[in-house]
């Protein structure tokens, strides 16, 4: 969400976007051009939906973060070897994931808390997104 500045006399619209003169505005639209009269403040606030990316390679259990309070996406992706992959509990189902395998999940709530990998050989990358 960047932060704009009209640094212009005049008021300036682009298109749902309206400056008054010397008005500093904080939006979600991010201008790829800026208009003349029209100053960038700053990058942040920014979304960024990433909430956990990590590379998992051994027998290892991943925590959803607790920043994930609303709906987010899971995914795990495996590049090398294979990964048993079993969700909240040791006593689940096993998914075993060969390369190029890819395991999602869109958790509305928070239904999945933790990833249990068992991995003899292999490489899986886990990804935690806001959506």
Do not use: H
């Amino acid at each position: 969400m960047p932060k704009y500045k009209n640094t212009s006399t005049s008021q300036i619209v682009v298109g749902s976007l309206r400056w008054e003169p010397g008005e500093t505005l904080e939006t979600p639209i991010w201008l790829a051009t800026l208009p003349s009269g029209i100053s960038k403040l700053a990058d942040e606030p920014y979304f960024d939906p990433t909430v956990l990316s990590q590379k998992v390679t051994s027998d290892e259990t991943v925590t959803i973060p607790d920043v994930t309070t609303g709906s987010y996406k899971v995914s795990v992706y495996v590049t090398t070897g294979e990964v048993s992959l079993k969700l909240n509990s040791d006593s689940g189902t096993a998914r075993l994931l060969g390369v190029g395998m890819l395991f999602e999940a869109i958790c509305l709530s928070r239904t999945i808390n933790d990833l249990r990998f068992t991995i003899s050989s292999g490489t899986a990358y886990v990804t935690v997104e806001k959506i």
